[in-house]
């Protein structure tokens, strides 16, 4: 029997991957980008509708309760991405952003094998419980220049870190709400290390500094989206997506 990702209860219900609010405010027929894994198929691209990108994961419990509030919660910041003009976030806007997209690669994880799953039974229930993201996770937001449709891709990236006996596991998700971009990057070591341990990674060369903009870990209290420079349609998010290297 299936059971909710977040709970343990038996699902009865079905969530919008692509929140619906939200694909209905975007106005447009274009069809998403979805990158994941159907069945026992090998991970691949393909378009998807809009409307409904349903997962079978989670419970009515869930589904119709703090998440329904998260979504009630984030709505606001999100309607204000889509004015076109420059959106202050202050520490309360940003972590409950932060929150959203952390649900969001959660539940859009679950269209891969479950056997490749980063998130455990057992983080997804913490996160339920306290509504705090998981220790070493980072958050970008950009501007999606000329993209108008949906795009959402997930994959592991996995490297040495500086002691070779501590493996480092990571798993990256990029998604975009028309002009809004986002990536999240989840990191965990096999062997437990100190909170307050650096962990550098690699990316590829691009204009990250001009285009992206990190809300979580908080590192100021009033982050200005978007940047003068963004990114360039679909082309632009494939790069985001594929921007990071092996951790080391």
Same mark, same amino acid.
């Given at each position: ?123 997804? +229930? ?121 951790? +080391?």
């Amino acid at each position: 029997m299936r059971t909710c990702i977040f709970c343990g209860n038996s699902v009865n219900s079905k969530e919008d991957a692509w929140p619906l609010w939200l694909v209905r405010r975007l106005g447009n027929t274009e069809k998403g980008i979805v990158e994941g894994q159907r069945g026992k198929q090998t991970p691949h691209s393909w378009k998807a509708s809009k409307s409904p990108l349903r997962t079978g994961n989670v419970c009515k419990s869930c589904n119709n309760g703090w998440m329904s509030d998260l979504e009630n919660q984030v709505k606001p910041i999100i309607e204000s991405f889509l004015l076109g003009e420059q959106v202050s976030l202050n520490p309360c806007d940003q972590t409950t952003l932060a929150v959203w997209i952390c649900k969001n690669a959660m539940v859009c994880e679950t269209f891969r094998l479950e056997s490749l799953w980063f998130f455990t039974s057992q983080e997804r +229930k913490l996160f339920r419980e306290s509504i705090d993201l998981p220790l070493h996770t980072f958050i970008w937001i950009a501007k999606s220049v000329g993209f108008t449709g949906l795009f959402y891709t997930g994959s592991d990236l996995s490297g040495i870190a500086i002691k070779p006996i501590n493996q480092v596991n990571a798993y990256i998700t990029t998604m975009a709400f028309g002009p809004i971009a986002i990536q999240i990057l989840n990191l965990k070591m096999v062997n437990p290390f100190p909170q307050n341990m650096t962990i550098t990674g690699n990316p590829q060369p691009g204009p990250w500094n001009q285009t992206i903009i990190q809300i979580w870990p908080i590192t100021v209290d009033l982050v200005l989206w978007p940047n003068e420079i963004g990114l360039n349609g679909e082309l632009g998010l494939d790069n985001f997506a594929r921007r990071w290297g092996p951790i +080391k």
